[in-house]
């Protein structure tokens, strides 16, 4: 069971190595393999992430939620799905038309990018890069441009205003995201993911880094836009922020890379801060797949548990305290790390 | 590479400016409004520390990090260089700081980070290095700039500054990647031995050509002035003396380290560009200057024509060259500072930056005008003051060269510049003053900055020899050719 | 080792989107074509071997574009966008200009003998890297965050707003 995915792809390579292509072409199919595992995987998740969120949010304010649509309401999202798959295509006559189209296309970019360094188990890099994480920070922090494409090309008040609400607030927390990060790669010495994973065989990062935990988890919810950190959309004052004019499949794109770039974070967060795909008895990847919804429910207790923040004190709360946080962790973290090393350097 | 503390010892100057500015940024935080006059006299105190902490490093002859750093005695000359002229520029803003609503502190902060910069630039043996320093002072004085965001002119001036400064620095970044690229080293001792082994390439010739261009912008040298006569003006007067004063002598700091440091084998080719461009410095600065009803922009222009006969030590490629550009540097720091200190005052006073309201000020103020003449004197390098001695070097330098035709040029415009210095000096001594003009008030620490630049001025014009012979030591350690 | 077509096509797309940025009338979209030509500096960076630098270019200049945009819709006064970045009187003269820099440097360039280094890169390229900027130029490094802090108070004093 440990190495079933590994097999297969092992396998898959072995076939075409056997079919005679050059490795050239070999590597470059393997590649396009992975991208439709990475996707096939994003999108049955996706689909029932939404369910999941619903049943929760229900659950929590004691409501059924879904039950019509086959049992459990378990059909609900697939349906939902077609439903908007149906729908016309509508863009607004004053658009900025390029711009918009374009925009619900790339919001899906960095989202699937980052997913090329997520180790969804032992061996199960897409590519295992020697900036691992450094890639995935650098992919992320492109997302903002299609938001803002969104709220510009849309033409609309309320898009606008949502767009540049997404730019002051995916810029500001990008820096105690990434600073919170850099507690981890200082205890590991390494950027590269495996590196990462290895360092936390004896003891999980979250346990050494508590501070950078926390910090990460409050700012890759507002890195993904969502309660209490939800002001770009704000239903209540700007309709539904940059998707304002969005309809149909552009729409359900918007929808899609929401939660794939929250399976991301999630991922990334189990990668960094719970050991990876690492634990006994079960196979890797499935330790992986638990660790990854475990973040996910608490992305999602998180959205039906706080209100919503104001403007001025969500970046008040970012560069006040948040940024000034992260930094002492990472003077911490490095007074740590030589406190240790001179430990070690005494005999007993 | 492992880091010596050694190497930093050496720094010490460097690290207590940048510890300064660190400080007074939180000091002006801390301390409130009514208290933060106080914070000029730590400023002023915290440089004269430093300037009094270079005197340990007068021997030194180090190379730092493998080449990145340079602590020789042309460092520690422009060390104290830039520290003489903050301190000057910190006593005299002191009455204009005082008329800010706010952000106090932050101006002295800022004053001190300029200087580091410089100090950088000056000691930088790498170009990245000395490109950081560059832009650390350029940022620097774009913010100072614009201080005074209520006027204008003012924002105007920083605006301006921030578009041509990011452009000469690109063309400088430009140059400086030619030179990288082809020499494979961008610390400039390692430099030399490759390109004796190469010679010249194209490249390379273009990469220079690119660095005079954007060397030239730093010190306002003729065609890249366009940009120093409106910044000058708009900017607040302090930060202009700082900017037309210390800037530029940083600017040909790096200049000259590159060039004769990193190209030297390469003279014949960049020689004839820097001669025209100092040639037509020095005529068109002072050509300019005449017309010029604006004391900050006849300044300005006088400031260009300055950078113009400075160069001539570069041209000079010798030892006494560099040692006359060094003691003329310093001499134009003095007078420079001391003439935009009496701006200043005259303009905090009333009001007006025009040569025609000095109008009789040797009536209602004589210190401040007889401070004025002198300075302008020595800019112009009439002989009881100290200008006169640091451009007699300087031609010399040239003529040794046999270039006697740039010294008679020199020489010629020397005095068409007596005749605008004039003009400001008969408005003073001959012209009546308005009817309702007072004598003006000084306020202390203003009146120290113009006693140190009069003394100064007056000084090394009677007894130059021991800084002369000090500078003269300095350029022939720095290129004993 | 990456074919050199590849590049060839990098460097083209790269130069196209630079055009773009400079050619087209709205703002927005000479903002937009710029990620474009970030991206494809980042790439070129990334045929070099120089991973960690093609990050960097992604993360500092192509991220940074957001803010870019949302300057340029604050700080646009005119009414039409799609007339916000429109040339002067001087394009014929400047186009010349830099056609004529761009030929001497296009000359330039063929004309000089490149000294080509073989070497392969080192495979921790990441932590030579650090080394070398906390080792050797530590200078440097120190300076450019002395740089920052001072852009940083800069922009706070030129940005807040004056009251009367």
Redesign the interface.
Known sequence: MENLFVNISGALRGWFTGMGLPPMAVEAIMALVFLVAILAFVLLNVVYLVYLERKLSAYMQQRLGPNRVGPRGLFQTLLDVLKLFGKEDIIPNAADRWVFRLAAILVMVPAIMAFAVVPFGQGMIAVDLNIGIFYFVAVSSTATIAFLMAGWGSNNKWALLGGMRTVAQMVSYELPMVLSLLGVVMLAGSLRISDIMAAQKTVWFVVLQPVAFLIYLVASTAELNRQPFDLPEGEQELTAGPFTEYSGMRYALFFLAEYTNMIAVSAIAATLFLGGPQGPWLPSWLWFVIKVYVMIGIYMWFRWTFPRIRMDHLLAFNWKFLVPLSLANVLVTGIGLEIYKWFQTIRW | MQIQLADFALMMPEIATAILAIGLLIVGLVVPREQAKGISFLTVAGLVGIWLLNFLYWHENASLFGGIYIVDPYTVFFRFLFLTAAIIVALAAKDYVNTLERNQGEFYALLVAATLGMMILAGAGDLVTLYIGLELMTITFVILVGYQKKEAKSSEAGVKYVILGAMSSAVLLYGLSLVFGFTGTTIIADMVPRLTLSGASPLLLLGIVFLVAGFGFKVSAVPFHMWSPDIYEGAPTPVTAFLAVASKAAGLAAFVRVFLIALPELQPYWITIVVVLTAITVVVGNLIAIPQSNIKRMLAFSSVAQAGYILFGLVAFSSLGVGALLFHSILYVFANIGAFAVAIVVKNSTGSDEIKDYSGLAQTSPFLAAVMLLCLLSLAGIPPVAGFVSKFYLFMAVIEKGMVWLAFVGIMMSMVSVYYYLIVAKAMYLGTPNREAKPISVSASTQIALVICLVAVIFFGVYPTPLLDLAMNVGYSFFPF | MVSPLVFWIVAGITIIAALAVVNLT?L??SA?WL?VAFVGVAITYLILEA??LA??Q??VY??A???L??FG?MLTRRGDIRESNLFNNYRLAGGLISLGLMA??V???V???W?I?VAAVP?????LLA??LL??????F???A??L???L??AI??AKE?RD
């Open positions: 709205n927005i979209h937009l990620i991973e960690f990050a960097v992604i993360i192509a991220g574009i957001a803010i945009i949302v819709v001497t440097i000359t330039m360039v004309k000089t003998q000294a280094d495979a921790n390229s990441v932590g080394q070398n080792g050797q130029f530590v200078i440097p120190e300076i450019a002395m740089l802090l001072v852009a108070v800069g004093i030129i004056v």
